[in-house]
């Protein structure tokens, strides 16, 4: 053999083992990103927000799909007030980076706001997403918790704090159809 021969070997078995690596770990989702599966279906429900004291009662709509080959699952909320003065829109993500294990929600709205939520689980049933940020001097954090233990039903409660004071909410109950 020649002197160049054996990292080439070495080579070649590691880019193998990464093939290997990757379809194995393409043949199902990891365990985590089977969690999200729940959110899958078309729901109605009623919630609210609250703001400054404010509370705004909503007609509720949520459908979701698992994407990108069962990897995550895309979700398109709704949301209207019975005058139809306020109108939430949002487009959700949920995936598991497969590397770090981790749960990311990303969220998009009509107002403009773009997050990466961090995801975790309370247990199978109860996801918990947080984004914590600085906004006009203030620590800023947003904690939801999200109940899939029902396959008939899912709530839904966001907290937004500022430097630890709760300064809005939404809620959402919703059913499956």
């Known amino acids: ?74 979700c398109r909320m709704d949301g209207r007030d019975q005058g139809g003065n306020l109108v939430l829109s949002e487009t959700d993500l949920f995936g598991v980076d497969p590397v770090t294990g981790t749960g990311h929600w990303y969220a998009v709205s009509n107002a403009g706001e773009t997050h990466d939520h961090l995801v975790k689980w309370r247990n199978p049933d109860t996801l918990l997403a947080s984004l914590n940020w600085q906004q006009e001097g203030k620590e800023m954090a947003e904690n939801v918790v999200l109940d899939l233990s029902s396959a008939s039903y899912l709530n839904i409660r966001s907290i937004v704090s500022a430097d630890g004071v709760e300064v809005a909410e939404f809620t959402g109950s919703f059913r499956q159809q």
């Open 1 to 74: 053999m020649f002197p160049a021969s054996r990292p080439f070997a070495v080579g070649v078995l590691a880019l193998l083992v990464g093939l290997s690596l990757a379809s194995t770990a393409a043949a199902s989702p990891t365990p985590s990103a089977t969690a999200f599966f729940g959110l899958v279906g078309n729901w109605l429900g009623e919630g609210g927000t609250s703001d400054k004291g404010r509370q705004t009662p909503l007609t509720l709509r949520l459908e979701c799909e698992k994407v990108s080959d069962g990897r995550a699952v895309l």
